[in-house]
């Protein structure tokens, strides 16, 4: 795949990048292991002003950073802004939190004195996808870089302006040359990268074959790795719920980013008894969206990163349908213009063996399931070999409480939608990944979590 800018709401071809050389990449490595040996010992004070700086970067030039994701990925523009406002946020959340994240932790035992230290590992390679392009790499970065290890980015071929403005903004924070490189590669050479003595651990986030190339590639060289991957989440609805906070919530939970988020809500899951209440509402909602121009403040839904994504969902919407799903509404691209744009779709009454039941579909299409009660709600919703996260909806605090004991999934929300915040732990079970992001089990990840005894 090309490393280069190509616009999804025209596919015009805007900039294209070379690929750092065997050479250049040789000497990005060695920087971040020369940057290492003394960035480690650098006080968590200074290294909390650079990060507060860094905050400030992304504060100040938001609406330029924001217009470059717009352009390279198709995120609305409004999106966008809201998405580097919140990569400032974690950056000042680790920047004050770190110092007590990595304080010694006394422990009594048969030693005089004993304690657990924390401390960093090296240089932490990780692969990002393009579908948020600051937040996914801003969530590791802050961490990481806060525990005293550096960064190697390695970010999406669609997505390459982004890299090297996030190279720039760390760089322009203060940070020490080679604390944080991006690396303008293609993912044939991932697995060179995990092999070298110089990467201690890595990390990913996208599809399940990226992720088991990477686990597989490290696991060769025992180095750790945390992978957030697909999802299919559920958004269960139960009768006694707040159905118009519901509805409401539920097409913000499946359209953010046109679709294209692994925490969507992408399985609605709805008691009959309002099944058709719901229903009536949600395509109502649907129907009302606008899709158009990303750059538009009046824009509700934008185009999809690549034409091969807008390919693949159609392919899985035209496949449910061939196979007894009802269209309620959308359900094919829109032809009539430019651009990778694909109608905001419903689908209903899914056959078995329908993809509805087992795929990730990554896009503007919401699956709409009717269940008899709460077993089958929880049933249905756990039938998935995905477990990122779920929301359910209840005003009855039995069936609330069999959600969060019940449901598999790396994240409970009851009344709300699914979101990463730094303050709480993210992450998936089964096929959806292993280990943690942000608050503190996200900084623990890439440290050596060390035993001291002294008699």
């Known amino acids: ?210 992720g088991m190339a990477l686990a597989s590639a490290a696991g060769k060289c025992l180095k750790k790795t945390v992978l957030e991957l697909g999802g299919s989440d559920p958004f269960i609805v139960l009768p006694s719920a707040d159905r118009s906070a519901a509805v409401s919530v539920a097409v913000a939970a499946r359209l953010l980013n046109a679709g294209q988020s692994c925490i969507a809500a992408k399985r609605f899951i709805v008691a009959n008894v309002i099944a058709d209440e719901f229903e009536q509402r949600f395509v109502e909602k649907f129907k009302a969206l606008r899709v158009g121009d990303p750059l538009d403040d009046k824009t509700d839904i934008g185009p999809l990163a690549t034409a091969d994504i807008l390919k693949d969902l159609d392919s899985q919407v035209q496949n449910c349908v061939e196979k007894g799903a009802r269209v309620l509404v959308g359900g094919h691209a829109l032809s009539d213009r430019p651009g990778n744009f694909y109608a905001p779709t419903i689908l209903t009454d899914f056959a078995p063996g329908s993809p509805a039941y087992s795929e990730e579909f990554f896009g503007p299409v919401a699956l709409l399931f009717r269940v008899a009660d709460i077993d089958e709600a929880i049933e249905l919703a756990n039938s998935t070999s995905f477990g990122l996260g779920a929301s359910a909806w209840t005003n009855d605090a039995q069936e609330a409480e069999r959600f969060m004991e019940e449901l598999e999934a790396g994240a409970v929300f009851i009344n709300g939608m699914v979101k990463s915040d730094p303050r709480l732990p993210f992450g998936g079970i089964k096929r959806s990944g292993y280990g943690r992001e942000l608050s503190v089990q996200g900084i623990h990840e890439f440290v050596n979590i060390k035993t001291v005894w002294v008699k």
């Open 1 to 210: 795949m090309a490393i280069a800018t190509i616009n999804p709401a025209s596919g015009e071809v805007l900039k294209t990048f070379e690929a750092l050389t065997e050479a250049e990449i040789e000497a990005k490595l060695e920087a971040a292991q020369k940057a290492f040996l003394t960035y480690r010992r650098i006080p968590m004070t200074q290294r909390g002003e650079w990060m507060k700086a860094a905050a400030d970067i992304l504060d100040r030039r938001k609406q330029e950073f924001a217009k470059i994701m717009t352009i390279e990925m198709g995120k609305p523009l409004k999106s966008a802004i809201a998405e580097v406002e919140k990569c400032a946020l974690v950056c000042r959340f680790y920047a004050e939190k770190a110092e007590s994240f990595l304080a010694d932790v006394p422990v009594e035992s048969d030693a005089g004195r004993s304690f657990v230290r924390y401390q960093p590992l090296g240089a932490i390679l990780a692969v990002m996808p393009w579908n948020f392009p600051f937040w996914q790499v801003f969530r590791f970065a802050a961490p990481a870089l806060m525990a005293g290890n550096v960064g190697l980015l390695k970010h999406a071929s669609n997505v390459p302006q982004c890299a090297l403005a996030i190279d720039e903004i760390f760089q322009e924070a203060g940070f020490p040359e080679g604390v944080f490189q991006t690396l303008l590669v293609g993912s044939d050479k991932v697995a060179g990268l995990i092999a070298d003595d110089r990467v201690m651990a890595a990390t990913l986030t996208g599809s399940e074959p990226a």
